[in-house]
């Protein structure tokens, strides 16, 4: 048994490749988001390249996206101010000197499967290389969709419900927790920055989302292998083979596979945007599959919204309480000590007893 | 003349008897309900008997309310824990060990004259011979309904309404109120834990009210008896008889007698839960006379909510004011008195100049 | 390149008339408004003459505006407590002795111009001959009308506003906004208690706006004198006249003339009453005219509220970071200047940097 304090200070890391939005959504237009705290304004440039400024004028702190486009540079809605690409200011009204330290901060940004990435402490670390895997979402060998969602809660609680499916038992019957999840051992290992949870249930009757997904009669072997990446992003192995085909052994092909693939960006303490998309190794050209998946995950998501915004809003009726652990939070501590290590490293305050 | 300043620290004691329900709201289902600043969640067991438990799982602290009933214990809606009725954790997800500190506050809970009574504090001076005394609510001799108001200001606003009745005159003109409340006097008494105020009018005219009540024509006498047991609870005993037939002196044979009976748990320090009930004891099995006074008195009191509402506001809007007070006052004055000394005995700031 | 840095501790002297209401909103009725965060409660008395007072009962704090008046006086919808113009009470329920030192502030108050004026300082000093003139709303040689708009920011951004109509090219492109507005020079003078900015475009095109009033095609001489009266008044006197008339010089006689006349009161930190009008001294009698121009110059203020109010919103997402001043500021420095020595002078926190 153990007890987690919640840190007071900053509760994310900047020196991390946040999602900030899926790649549909930049176009040829300002974008307001508020990540970690800092509105940016967000926007794709002539030859499509991503840009993301800081969402406040120099002048007035007039947001920039209160703006418009002009060509790859912004202009500010309210003095006419132009910034571009990089954040600096290029034109000023009524005056020919433009005071060279008249700029808005630009924010190195990647897009990398089908996210849009940008890194909001020291640029210099902004290694491209850094981005989270989560290849599942543009390989050809894996078909799928997702959504974005908003959430009234630290991200970080979104990271606890992932890194313990237990509470798919509780929370998610009728579709895919049955009994199983919550009776079946697994296991928790861990590198200096990846934390990995391994479960398999043997021989056992499918939950019906997975049932309908194989679409063959009988006993399953499912597994459940959920890989966290610090701060944010979970990528989790999931599926189901007929029970004795070989699945945990390595051979899969009789059985169907999917990755429900997260990353749970901060908006402030205490709200956050939850990027989600589930991709399957099946029925790969199924377009109404990936709809139905996708509509279909979504109704299983929402049960957890409704507990994990009722969450936040305990620890705020019950300030001074802690959260204890169980067993099953193994995998969520592990997260949570990643994420302290972060922390610590960019000299925020680390709570006392972090599950230890 | 007198001045009140208000508390700082916590304005309600916690070694009270508080009204949590209506004996009819709680059922074999999950009730949340928040009553000085502690959520509750409130249910029955099979046998009937009712529970009060914090409303936070020990684990992480999602309302327990969001789960279910399981027998007479209480599922949590995440990952599945089991509370029983004394709050001791029964179950956990995926281990056979419960550690022995698992467990939820469970409150002393008892149910009297319709209402369920819960007590916060020290559970060993939760003597249920200390519930107020709201008889007439389940006396055979008495008939009568009431109702929950929910209203945003501090449940001593609502006291301070009831100790001093002049407000009938501008508040309530036209039912209740008449000049004859405003220039009537009154006596107060007290003894440790108790006040009282006793106000007759001999001889006026009645208001519509009372005039339909009592069905006679004529003058009458007119009394209000204001029954004030600390922190919340007054019992005000009213009613006219035809003028001269005794009344004053005991005889009420030939009038009509009403209790209101009130009792205002606070839910935050701005915030509060108002039981109330109307008994009479004429017309006794006349359900529709019921009904009728239980609306006709709801009206009424929907005038004092948007007084006491906005009261609370133009406390926030006019910080560092104080509360002076009239002759009127007197009661409340008192009520307020008892009040302190259980916030004084339970170590909470007391205001320097309460009323003396 | 100058930086202001906001006071922390007022951001409105008292020492001022300030605009309250419309004369037309005085009645024969109780109406609540708050400026400079003190509630007020006004109403006519019975010979028309205007009246503010405290709008919080001395007894019980509850909003006078939430009883009647009383001939002139006002009583309290409590408990009946009477308060006549000057604020002293008069009536107390149930006691003969008027405690002497019962009552509510009431303010100096004066009609002028159309606006109904209120004096929160020190009543020693409300000289009526300190009313900021706007004698254009009420002269015969002008005609006019105008609004009363709430905004949801500090005043001081609508001054900064309305000193810089540089923001007009790009706020209010296609109305009155055109490239020459942002191109023109112009001129800053002030004295103790006014600072003015004359900007002259001579020989320029006008915008549709200005196009329509004059009625003739052709070029024009365009001209914007803004006349700021601290700590809230900004008199702006606008027009065109065919180029080369003579405007420039003194011969306005082939133009046409307007004044924007704007006064902006506090109501908290946050958060201001904007009353405004434009007059004209050409088709005096046209009264489709004033309903048009009102109704222009209203859809032409929504742009600047949009503005405002996210500039607010952008102030408080960003903490600590401050405003940077152009050029064209020049006029809005001199404004924050003039409104921080009366800040000082009451005492109040002024900026130590305040666009110097």
Same mark, same amino acid.
């Given at each position: ?39 940016? *304004? ?8 991503? *840009? ?14 209160? =703006? ?101 038992? @509780? *929370? ?82 009789? =059985? ?18 939850? @990027?989600?998309? @589930? ?51 193994? =995998? ?14 960019? =000299? ?9």
């Amino acid at each position: 048994m153990q007890k987690t304090t919640f840190s007071r200070e900053q509760s994310f890391p900047l020196n991390a490749w946040y999602a900030v939005a899926w790649d549909v959504e930049l176009k040829r237009a300002l974008l307001p988001r508020t990540i970690c705290s800092r509105p940016l *304004v967000l926007y794709r440039k002539a030859d499509g390249t991503a *840009v993301a400024l800081e969402d406040a004028c120099w002048h007035r702190l007039l947001p920039l996206s209160k =703006g418009w486009l002009n060509g790859d540079d912004v202009t500010c809605g309210y003095h006419g101010l132009v910034f571009n690409a990089d954040g600096r200011c290029v034109f000023m009204p009524s005056q020919e000197t433009i005071n060279p330290s008249a700029c808005v901060r630009s924010y190195p940004i990647v897009e990398k499967h089908r996210f849009v990435w940008v890194w909001l402490g020291d640029p210099a670390l902004a290694d491209p290389a850094k981005v989270p895997d989560l290849h599942w979402n543009d390989d050809p060998e894996w078909a799928g969709d997702g959504q974005l969602i908003y959430l009234k809660c630290d991200y970080r609680l979104v990271v606890d419900n992932l890194m313990d499916l237990t509470h798919e038992t @509780f *929370v998610h019957a009728g579709s895919i927790g049955n009994q199983a999840v919550a009776e079946a051992p697994f296991d928790v290992t861990h590198t200096e920055n990846h934390a990995t949870v391994t479960r398999w249930m043997l021989n056992i009757d499918p939950p019906p989302f997975w049932a309908a997904q194989l679409g063959k009669p009988g006993k399953v072997d499912r597994w459940q292998i959920i890989h966290f990446e610090p701060p944010c992003t979970i990528a989790i192995d999931v599926g189901v083979a007929p029970a004795g085909t070989g699945a945990p052994e390595g051979n899969r092909s009789q =059985g169907v596979n999917g990755f429900v693939l997260n990353t749970i960006t901060p908006e402030t303490e205490t709200s956050c945007h939850y @990027f989600w998309a @589930f991709c399957r190794n099946y029925r790969l050209k199924d377009q109404r599959a990936t709809t139905e998946l996708r509509e279909g995950v979504a109704r299983i998501f929402q049960q957890d919204e409704d507990v994990l915004e009722a969450q936040q809003r305990a620890m705020v009726a019950n300030p001074g309480r802690e959260f204890y652990n169980l067993n099953i939070d193994a =995998g969520a501590i592990w997260a949570r000590r990643l994420i302290d290590n972060m922390l610590a490293e960019e =000299g925020y305050l680390v709570p006392a007893a972090a599950g230890d």
